[in-house]
């Protein structure tokens, strides 16, 4: 058996088992901003995930369903084209790094930390994305009324559901 036309590793899987795999790692990548994983496996999700960020910064409908489609959740995605791509705008590639971690103490296989390039917390977003989001927010602090601490909102909570006993039912 020759390895032709075949680009990647196989992680003893089959192919649609591979795909979930990595659609998995790179839903973990956008939601968490960083994964620890082994060593082959980031090496297989970081062009996958370049690809899913290029598409991402267009930001048009279609490249919006592809990337969509490329990651388990539609709120990932979402995160992906609205908050992570506008602050890696600045950036034509390498978007994403690989660090060797350790060594997994079962079976002392390489781990690696992959995470983005960019400090997406600190990163400064396009200036049309800040105005829209100070609106929004501005908009969504006058329109809430004071809120209680969430240990008071549980205990009014629980005050108000009715417990079931024998007689009630």
Do not use: C, W
């Amino acid at each position: 058996m020759h390895r032709h036309g075949y680009k990647g590793k196989k992680f003893n899987r089959e192919r649609d088992q591979r795909r979930a795999l990595v659609k998995g790692l790179a839903d973990s990548l956008v939601k968490y901003e960083s994964i620890e994983t082994t060593l082959p496996k980031a090496k297989e999700v970081v062009p996958y995930i370049e690809k899913l960020i290029t598409k991402a910064k267009k930001g048009d409908l279609h490249n919006r369903r592809q990337v969509i489609s490329k990651l388990q959740t539609i709120a990932s995605a979402h995160k992906l084209v609205d908050e992570i791509a506008p602050k890696l705008a600045g950036r034509n590639s390498g978007h994403v790094r690989i660090e060797k971690t350790r060594t997994r103490r079962g079976d002392n296989a390489q781990l690696a930390r992959v995470s983005f390039v960019d400090d997406l917390i600190g990163a400064p977003v396009a200036a049309s994305a800040t105005a829209t989001a100070k609106v929004a927010s501005t908009s969504e602090t006058a329109a809430k009324p004071a809120s209680l601490p969430k240990a008071a909102s549980r205990a009014t909570s629980a005050a108000k559901k009715p417990v079931a006993t024998k007689e009630n039912k």
